[in-house]
């Protein structure tokens, strides 16, 4: 004969842990505030690409000035920050409508290879940043000659 429980699921666990019903109500919290939350994307865009020699990197960060752009190599990690601040305004005048972000940035990347520090180049024109980092020579593959005996 098959025995039946007329009791749900949730009533017919062995034990009851506190532990658990803490982790459940977290997750339950976690998952409110991610919906509620907009993703921000990642800022600034970056498009990358790369070959044996070099890592290319381009960001886009318009209105900046060259001085308030800073990019730091360390190994194979490369950090991006930089600083728009705020249009003063004159006497008498309020914004209307003010969309364009003000304030730091700061974006960090891992590339695929370590960097030669002393070869990496950049430039900024017309609100596009360019880096190219070329590859260290210590981490370039070195094809082995196999000799025949």
Known sequence: MVSRSY???????????????????QDEVGRLF???????????????WSNEDEVTVQAEAPGYEADDLQITVVQNTLTLRG?????????????????????RF?????LPFEVDNEKVEAQYQAGILSVRLPRSEAHKPKRICVKAS
């Open 7 to 25: 009791y749900p699921t949730a009533f017919r666990s062995r034990t009851w842990s506190p532990f658990g019903e803490l982790q459940q109500m």
């Open 106 to 110: 700061v974006r960090t990347l891992e």
């Open 83 to 103: 600083e728009r601040k705020p249009e003063p305004l004159r006497n008498g005048e309020v914004y209307h409508r003010r969309e364009r972000p003000t304030g």
């Open 34 to 48: 991610s919906q509620a939350l907009p993703q921000l994307p990642d800022y600034p865009p970056i498009n990358v």
